[in-house]
């Protein structure tokens, strides 16, 4: 019976891949679907601010200079560099001599408006002066797509737990193995490692360092990362110890085997599904990290969208009557966070020898 076929059994994991296989997606392709494709989905729209889902509106679009060119690659990671300025209106009229008057958009019931006038060769697209944007989550305190900005935040959080596991898992990998080969005095020493690391509160520790390297994106990643070997190297370990009095171990050593081909020809692989198991849970964690350090400040920096830094900016609407602007973030890490759970327990109960 194949892995996959093991694994297809239990529908929460199976589930919970498609889920993350989705967010990739999404976080890839954000600045191509989201509504709002501008960097980091940041167009500030101030007379629009805390609108309710489904809200529509329509604007002017203000010719800005010329843009360099951009290629896919570039959109991609960094987004499209708009061409215009869209101003929400509430009314607009064409006038005689070639100018468009257009009255700001307000949320008052005053029907008097005061109207301003732009000339067709400042307009962006003289055929079509008046675009209408559809948010279909509304709209946070400063006029921002809600939509847009939860799409492109989902790579910060996917991001920081890829580049956070990996680095865990490299050094968790490396002084798992040494301790549990070498044994004696290189064992002592990592396990003391390990011990004063495990007894110490991660997100303390994970705050520590942000502060020693600095707020950033990439200082997110090496804090995160930092603190999550010690699980990495304590389980390696313990597999090692074991693995290593093998009779198969005993004959490599007696034709002559280095110590280097041992490990790594024939005890890393022996160790490969525990390990696939932790570095999915410690996935889970470092979301949960990222998302901690964001809304206490010290992870991402505005204005880069982060799933925390989201919660952070509207917490204080949930006890108003736009509770959804925090909720909304909060549901997608939690969805996030179980997807990887499920594919942790789907890979448990499939390397599970006994079961």
Known sequence: MTIWTKYRKNKLAVFGLGWIVLCVLISVFAYIIAPDNSANGNDIQLLIALQKPGFKVEGVLIKKEKLASQNIFSILINGREQGFEFKPIKKYHITKNKTLEYAEYTTADDTTHIYHAVAFDKLYNINEPVKTNHYILGTDRFGRDLLSRLLIGARVSLSVGFIAV?????????????AGYYRGTTDYIISWLINVIWSLPTLLIVVSITLALGKGFWQVFVAVGLTMWVEVARVVRGQVFSIREKEYIEAAKTIGASNTRIIFKHILPNVTGPLVVICAANFATAILLEAGLSFLGLGVQPPEPSWGMMIKEHYNYIVMDHAYLAIVPGLAIM????????????????????G
């Not at 969805?335 to 006994?354: E, H, I, S, T």
């Open 166 to 178: 990996s680095i865990s898992l490299l050094l968790g990998l490396v002084l798992g193995l040494l």
């Open 335 to 354: 969805f996030l966070v179980m997807a990887f759970n499920y594919v942790g327990m789907g890979l448990r109960d499939v390397w599970d020898v006994k």
